[in-house]
Nanobody
Framework: EVQLVESGGTLVQAGGSLRLSCAAS????????IGWWRQAPGKEREWVSC????????YYVDSVKGRFAISSDNRKNTVYLQMNSLKPEDTAVYYC????????????????????WGQGTQVTVSS
């Protein structure tokens, strides 16, 4: 059974930090990139960051560059999103998803290319 399980979301004050985890199982982790997405109330789901399991390349949306860091522990099939200097506008449900790795292009920014999704974890940043 394929599973992506997010954890680590909670209420935090602005300027604080959180680390989200995405534990994957049931598929060939090394053949996929893991992306983090978020959805705020009344807004569309937004791509945040991605890491390729095979080569470790990382990508970020401009709004989180310098504040968020994505990493992967391939022994545990787990991807982490370290979020620092959190802002109220980071408030959202955060989802991780698995997308088959491609050789070029911004495939990881297309939600239609994702095979699997987690259930999401709520992050709330208070001002």
């Amino acid at each position: 059974e394929v599973q992506l399980v997010e954890s680590g979301g909670t209420l935090v004050q602005a300027g604080g930090s959180l680390r989200l985890s995405c534990a994957a199982s049931g598929f060939s982790f090394e053949d996929y990139a893991i992306g983090w997405w978020r959805q705020a109330p009344g807004k569309e789901r937004e791509w945040v960051s991605c890491i390729s399991s095979s080569d470790g390349f990382t990508y970020y949306v401009d709004s989180v560059k310098g504040r968020f860091a994505i990493s992967s522990d391939n022994r545990k099939n787990t991807v982490y999103l370290q979020m620092n200097s959190l802002k109220p506008e980071d408030t959202a449900v955060y989802y991780c998803g698995a997308v088959p790795t491609e050789n070029s292009g911004h495939y990881y920014q297309d939600p239609r290319k994702y095979d699997y999704w987690g259930q999401g974890t709520q992050v709330t940043v208070s001002s």
